[in-house]
C-alpha cells in the first residue's frame, strides 16, 4: 500500500518540476519580449537620417530580420483590432453595411502606392526629428496588406451565426460583450486564424517596397528584410539575394510554429459538429503551455479583468436584468464619432482630389481607361487560374488533419514569402520561355493572389462538420456527387471571400508585377499599376491620384455587379447555418 501511494506522488513531483521548468522558460521569453519592445521603441525615438545605408553582411540579417518582425507583428495587433470593430459594425447594421463593404473592397484593392506617398510625407511631417513617423508609416503599410481579408473573413463569419445560436442569446438577454465573446468570436476563430496567417503573408509581400520606398529623389529606406532585398536586387548581389531568401524562409517557419501552428490546434475547439473528427491538428509549443501553472493563473486574470470591463460577471444565462445604459450607449457614442471623424476626412480629402484631377487632360484620362481594360483582363485571369488549382487542393487538403499538418507548414511559407522578392527570377523564367512580359506578368499577379483562395478555402473544408461528412458515407454518396451536394457548398461562403480578397490581392500586385527592376533594366507591361508606379517615382501626383481613383471606381463597379451578388447566394443558399 505504501508503494502504490508513493507512485502517484512521484509522479506528480516530477510533474511539478517539468511544469516548473516551462514557467521558467515562459518568464524568460516574456522577458525577452518586453526587451525587444523596449528596444524597438527606442529606435523609434532615434534621430531622424534623410538616408540609412543597409549593409549587405549576411551578419547584418538577423537584426535586420527582427526589426522586419516587429513591424508586422504591430500591424496585425493594430489589424487584428480593426477588424473585430470594422466587421462587427458591417455585420449588424444593414445601412452601414452598404457604404462599409463596398468601401472595405475599395481599401483593399487601392495599391500601397496609393496610401504610401501621402502617408509618408504626413508622417515625417508630424515628427520632424525623430524616426517615429517613418516606422509609423512602414507599420501603417504593413497594415494595409493585412487586415482587410481578416476583416472580410469575421464579417462572412458573424453573418453565418446559426439563428438558433443568436436566439439563445437573445433569450438570455445577453449583453453585446458576453455575446461578442461567448458567442461571434468563437463562431469565427477557425477563419480567423487562416486568414491571420494569410494577413501575416499580405504583409510581407510589399515589404520591399514599404522598407525601400522612394518618392522622387527622396531617400525614406528603413533597416529591415525588405530593405536589404531591395538593396541587393539594384545591385545584382546574388549571394545577398539568397542570404534574404534563406533568412526569410528561417523567419516564417519560425513564426508559423510558435504562433499558428498552436494558434490553429486551439482553434479547433470552436468547431460546430455534434460527432467528434477522427484526429485535430496538434502542437508542440501548445502542449508544453498546457504543462505550465502560470499560463491558466493569467488567463484566469484576464478572464476576470475583461468581464470587469465588459459587465461580464454581472450577466447571468438565466437573467432578464436589462443592460446598463452606459453600457449600450457607449458602443453607439465610439461608432459615432469615429463615423464622424471618417466623413471630415472624406471631405478634406475630396476638395484636394478634385483640385489635383483638376489638371489631367482628356488624353490622360484615355490613356487611363486603356491602361485599366488591360489590368483588369491580366486580375481577372490570375484569379480564375489561382481558383482552377486552389479549391480543389484546399478542399483536399483540409478534410484531412493529418494532410493539414504536413502541407500548412509548406503553404505557409509559400504564402507568406514576399513574391516581389522573386519576381526577377520569375520574370527571367517568362522571357526565356519566349512569353511576352504583357502576359507574363499575369504568372507574378497570381504569386500574390492565389493564396487567398486557398487558405479560405482550406478553413472552410476545416470547418466542416463531422457529421454531414458521416452522413454521407451513410447514404453512400459518390466521389462526385460528395463534392458537388456536400464540399463545394460547405466551402462556398468562405470561397467568395477568397475570392474577393484575391481580386483585390491581384490589382494591389499589379503595381509590382507591371513594372519590374532587374539589374538595371526596367519591363513595363501597359497596365494600371505600371502607370501608378511610374507616376510614384516621378512625384506625379494628379496622375497618381487619377490612378488611384480609377481603380477605386473600377473596384466600386465589381462590387455592386459581382462581389455582393455572390455574398448573397452564399447566404442564403449555401451557408450550412441557413
Known amino acids: 500500500m505504501a508503494i502504490t501511494r508513493m507512485r502517484p506522488r512521484a509522479a506528480d513531483a516530477v510533474a511539478a518540476v517539468r511544469s516548473y521548468w516551462i514557467d521558467v522558460l515562459l518568464l524568460v521569453v516574456l522577458a525577452a519580449l518586453f526587451a525587444g519592445t ?19 553582411s549576411p551578419w547584418a540579417l538577423p537584426r535586420y530580420t527582427l526589426l522586419s518582425l516587429a513591424r508586422g507583428l504591430v500591424a496585425y495587433v493594430l489589424s487584428f483590432a480593426f ?3 470594422y466587421g462587427t459594425i458591417a455585420a449588424y447594421h444593414r445601412r452601414a453595411e452598404r457604404i462599409m463593404i463596398p468601401l472595405l473592397d475599395i481599401l483593399q484593392g487601392i495599391p500601397v502606392l496609393g496610401f504610401l506617398p501621402g502617408l509618408v510625407l504626413g508622417m515625417v511631417a508630424l515628427f520632424p526629428r525623430s524616426n517615429a513617423g517613418l516606422e509609423l508609416a512602414c507599420v501603417l503599410m504593413i497594415f494595409t496588406g493585412q487586415v482587410w481579408n481578416m476583416t472580410f ?19 438570455h438577454r445577453f449583453g453585446w460583450w458576453k455575446r461578442f465573446r461567448t458567442l461571434e468570436v468563437p463562431s469565427s476563430m477557425i477563419g480567423l486564424v487562416w486568414n491571420s496567417m494569410m494577413s501575416m503573408a499580405g504583409g510581407w509581400f510589399f515589404l520591399t517596397v514599404t522598407e525601400a520606398f522612394t518618392l522622387g529623389d527622396r531617400d525614406f529606406r528603413l533597416p529591415g528584410i525588405g530593405s536589404y532585398m531591395s538593396v541587393a536586387i539594384d545591385r545584382g548581389d546574388t549571394r545577398a539575394m539568397g542570404c534574404a531568401v534563406v533568412a526569410m524562409i528561417v523567419m516564417i517557419v519560425a513564426v508559423d510554429q510558435v504562433v499558428w501552428r498552436p494558434a490553429l490546434a486551439w482553434a479547433q475547439k470552436f468547431k460546430v459538429e455534434e460527432t467528434s473528427a477522427g484526429a485535430a491538428p496538434r502542437s508542440w509549443l501548445l502542449d508544453l503551455l498546457r504543462r505550465s501553472r502560470l499560463v491558466p493563473w493569467l488567463e484566469l486574470e484576464l478572464g476576470r479583468l475583461l468581464a470587469a470591463v465588459g459587465g461580464g460577471h454581472a450577466e447571468s444565462p438565466k437573467s432578464f436584468v436589462r443592460e446598463p445604459r452606459v453600457t449600450r450607449v457607449l458602443p453607439w457614442t465610439a461608432g459615432l464619432v469615429a463615423a464622424l471623424a471618417l466623413v ?13 484631377l ?14 485599366l481594360g ?22 483536399w487538403v483540409g478534410l484531412s488533419p493529418a494532410r493539414t499538418r504536413i502541407v500548412q507548414p509548406l503553404v505557409q511559407i509559400a504564402a507568406a514569402f514576399p513574391a516581389p522578392m522573386i519576381f526577377p527570377l520569375v520574370t527571367l523564367a517568362v522571357l526565356s520561355a519566349g512569353i511576352p512580359f504583357g502576359w507574363g506578368c499575369v504568372l507574378l499577379m497570381l504569386l500574390g493572389s492565389q493564396w487567398y483562395v486557398l487558405f479560405n478555402v482550406l478553413a472552410g473544408a476545416t470547418a466542416t462538420p463531422q457529421d454531414l461528412r458521416e452522413a454521407a458515407d451513410v447514404y453512400g454518396l459518390g466521389r462526385i456527387a460528395r463534392w458537388r451536394t456536400l464540399y463545394l457548398p460547405a466551402v462556398f461562403p468562405q470561397l467568395v471571400t477568397g475570392l474577393v480578397t484575391a481580386a483585390g490581392g491581384a490589382w494591389n500586385a499589379s503595381i509590382v508585377a507591371e513594372y519590374v527592376r532587374y539589374r538595371g533594366r526596367t ?3 501597359p497596365g494600371l499599376g505600371a502607370l501608378i508606379t511610374q507616376a510614384s517615382e516621378t512625384a506625379n501626383f494628379p496622375l497618381l491620384a487619377a490612378g488611384v481613383s480609377t481603380m477605386a471606381v473600377a473596384l466600386v463597379a465589381l462590387n455592386r455587379t459581382v462581389w455582393r451578388r455572390l455574398y448573397h447566394v452564399a447566404d442564403e443558399r449555401y451557408s450550412l447555418n441557413r
Open 358 to 371: 483638376g489638371t489631367l487632360t482628356a488624353s490622360d484620362w484615355a490613356a487611363l481607361a486603356a491602361a
Open 83 to 85: 477588424t473585430l470593430a
Open 344 to 356: 471630415a476626412v472624406v471631405a478634406w480629402g475630396s476638395v484636394h482630389l478634385v483640385v489635383l
Open 153 to 171: 473573413s469575421f464579417y462572412g463569419s458573424l453573418r453565418a451565426i446559426p439563428d438558433e445560436l443568436r436566439e439563445v442569446a437573445a433569450l
Open 374 to 395: 488591360l489590368t483588369f483582363l491580366r486580375t481577372a485571369t490570375a484569379v480564375a487560374l489561382g481558383a482552377l488549382w486552389a479549391v480543389p487542393v484546399g478542399i
Open 523 to 525: 519591363l513595363v507591361a
Open 38 to 56: 523596449l528596444a524597438l521603441a527606442r529606435r523609434w525615438e532615434a534621430p531622424y537620417r534623410a538616408a540609412t545605408e543597409i549593409d549587405l
